[in-house]
């Protein structure tokens, strides 16, 4: 490790550590994340393509994907828009109590997921505060894919609000003006002139809670009633394949999660790139 | 109609009772936009919270507090505090390690570095655990001689420290990175010049520098320690009094019908991410500027 890290050979500097310090941190940072998931791939590699391909495309963990991928899509789309307009309110308005909403926004990254899960299910069974309203209009939130959205946006909510909140704060105030100096009207010059800018922050936002929801599992077990094929996501379905010892078909699952979940990590390195270099805001 | 003409070039001229500038909405639509975004934040925020204390507390503090003494309970706790004890710390070093070489040196291949740190906020928690016993569990890569030769990790309190570091990984070095980076190195190229060494300029001069961004990574790296589940979970094994964290106590109670218990124990750790965020909020609104600008988790 130590030989790779003076290779890695950094500008000439007086500051001294460097050796050891880099050296460390490649060791402790192939030990604890990347050998361990490489284990991930090796594992699949020895399956053989067949056999990978076989696991993979079993109905029931095609049927656990879908459901991953398609809530977390939902439910970041859902963010995107109430997202947007948390961040619009706190960023513009003033009201009592703001402070207070603007903290409670980062409760999803404190609150421990199985809480979160349990509170949610609370809340939307059929005796719930809210159950107890949807449920005789006929909406089921408990114990369905909806639960699973729900879980979601509360899991989702703050990586949209904070990815937005800086660059709609330092937004300059007088292409507003501008705009409407021109003849537009407030909704043009939200829609033509603030949207635009805020783009790359929204798709920031949007691609970490979607990220973040694909792979959530805490917040969603309580709720989702976990029912194959209808409302069970791909990370519990690696648990039951691992309390099945089928270390094969649990592997193959995680496999496939990986790789879409490092692609959607280089995207979303892609749009914080483009959004620094449109606002010199690290969202 | 020709009557009506100057009283409607009157109206145009008189100031409108409620002006408002161009950059600014109607007070209408403003309030109808803070009512929306306001119900939005109860509902999915506020709601759920006070949905935990009520639950905890439905048959009033005595099944409550006798739900937290009990003796499964009391273990899941200490157990708990003991991860978190080795966890934090541990990521601790390796944050302030890792962003001296990221942030006080110049080399090719540093952002690559940075993301494979970001690594762990990209994996689903229970891939996290699964790394695990692939590694060390019976079937597993080296599992079987360390079965063999006395040491089991996995399904045993080794794994769940272990998947813990995993998932609280990023969070300290995230912090100090950026912070450290927009500092420069001019403070220790000075403190070297006048003859301090290394590690002196490094207590006596960055730490003091980094000291609430330290803290900050430090308060959001113990919350997730203390509330993480899904890898957790993966590599415990559920054995009561022995291998069960809080959040899984939580769950075991739940599965078992024990609602109010299951409740108070998730309240005891909603309690614990409220002062998280107290904390947290209180340092952002103090020290903002002796933070780094981004705080993705």
Known sequence: MNSLATSLRPAPSVLPGWGITMGLTLTWLSLIILIPLAGVFIKSAGLGWDEFWRLALDPRTVAALKLSFGAALIAAGVNVVFGFLAAWVLVRYEFPGKRLFDAAIDLPFALPTAVAGLAFTALYAPNGWLGSWLVPLGIKVAYTPLGIVVALIFIGLPFVVRSVQPVLADFDRELEEASATLGATRLQTVVKVILPALLPSLLTGFALAFARGVGEYGSIIFIAGNIPYVSEIAPLLIVIRLEEFNYAGATSIAAIMLVISFALLLLINLLQAWNRRRTGIQA | MSANLPAQEAAHIAPRPFFRTPVTEAPLIKFTLIAIGLAFIVAMIFLPLA????????????????????????????????????????????????????????????????????????????????????????????????????????????????????????????????????????????????????????????????????????????ARAMGEFGAVSVVSGHIRGKTNTMPLHVEILYNEYNFVAAFAVASLLAFLALVTLVLKSVLEWRYSGELAASSRH
Not at chain 2, 53 to 76: H, I, K, N, Y
Not at chain 2, 80 to 108: C, M, Q
Not at chain 2, 141 to 148: K, N, S, T
């Open chain 2, 51 to 222: 949905a935990v204390f009520f639950e905890a507390f439905r048959r009033g503090a005595e099944p409550f507090f006798a739900a937290l003494v009990e003796p499964d309970a009391l273990s899941a706790i200490r157990l708990t505090l003991f991860v978190a004890a080795i966890s934090v710390p541990a990521n601790l070093a390796f944050g302030l390690v890792a962003s001296w070489a990221i942030a006080k040196f110049e080399f090719k291949g540093k952002s690559f570095l940075i993301t494979l740190i970001d690594l762990p906020f990209s994996v689903s928690p229970v891939i996290s655990g699964l790394v695990y016993i692939l590694l060390f569990g019976s079937y597993g890569f080296i599992g079987p001689w360390l079965i063999a030769h006395g040491y089991q990790i996995v399904f045993a309190v080794p794994g769940i420290v272990l998947a813990t570091i995993f998932v609280t990984f990023p969070f300290v070095a995230r912090q100090l990175i950026p912070l450290m980076e927009q500092q420069g190195k001019g403070d220790e190229e000075a403190a070297l010049s006048l003859g301090a060494t290394g590690l002196q300029t490094f207590f006596r001069v960055t730490l003091p520098n980094i000291k609430w961004a330290l803290l900050y990574g430090v308060l959001l790296c113990n």
